[in-house]
C-alpha cells in the first residue's frame, strides 16, 4: 500500500509564496502520474496540476496556471507544488494523488489510486 504525506502547507499573506512536498513510501509511484487537488471549506474538491511519471508533461487547472509549478525528483519519490502570487482564495486543504493509468491528464479524483492526508493551506489578505 502507497502511502503519500504532504507538507509545507501555513499561513501566508496575498502575494506570497509555499512550497508544498508530497513523499511517497514506495518507489512505485516514480512510474504514476501525480496530481495536486484542493479543497475549500463547503466546496467540492478540485483538480489543481498533474505531471506525467518522467516530468516531461504537465497540467494545470485555469485558475493556477502561471502561478503555480508542479515538478517531481524520482530519485527522491517526491513530488512539489510551487505556489507563487497567492491569493485568499488559494485558500484549501490540498492533497496529493498517485493514478497508475497511462497520461491523460486526470482531472477528476476518482482517476486517482492513493490519496495523502492534506495539508493546510491558508492565504490571508
Known amino acids: 500500500q502507497v502511502q503519500l504525506v504532504e507538507s509545507g502547507g501555513g499561513l501566508v499573506l496575498a502575494g506570497g509564496s509555499l512550497r508544498l512536498s508530497c513523499a511517497a513510501s514506495e518507489r512505485t509511484v516514480n512510474s504514476y502520474s501525480m496530481g495536486w487537488f484542493r479543497q475549500a471549506p463547503g466546496k467540492e474538491r478540485e483538480f489543481v496540476a498533474a505531471?506525467?511519471?518522467?516530468?516531461?508533461?504537465?497540467a494545470y487547472a485555469a485558475s493556477v496556471k502561471g502561478r503555480f509549478t508542479i515538478s517531481r525528483d524520482n530519485a527522491k519519490n517526491t513530488v512539489f507544488l510551487q505556489m507563487n502570487k497567492l491569493k485568499p482564495e488559494d485558500t484549501a486543504v490540498y492533497y496529493c494523488a498517485a493514478d497508475g493509468r497511462p497520461w491523460g491528464p486526470w482531472v477528476e479524483g476518482t482517476k486517482y489510486d492513493y490519496w495523502g492526508q492534506g495539508t493546510q493551506v491558508t492565504v490571508s489578505s
Open positions: 505531471i506525467k511519471w518522467n516530468g516531461d508533461n504537465a
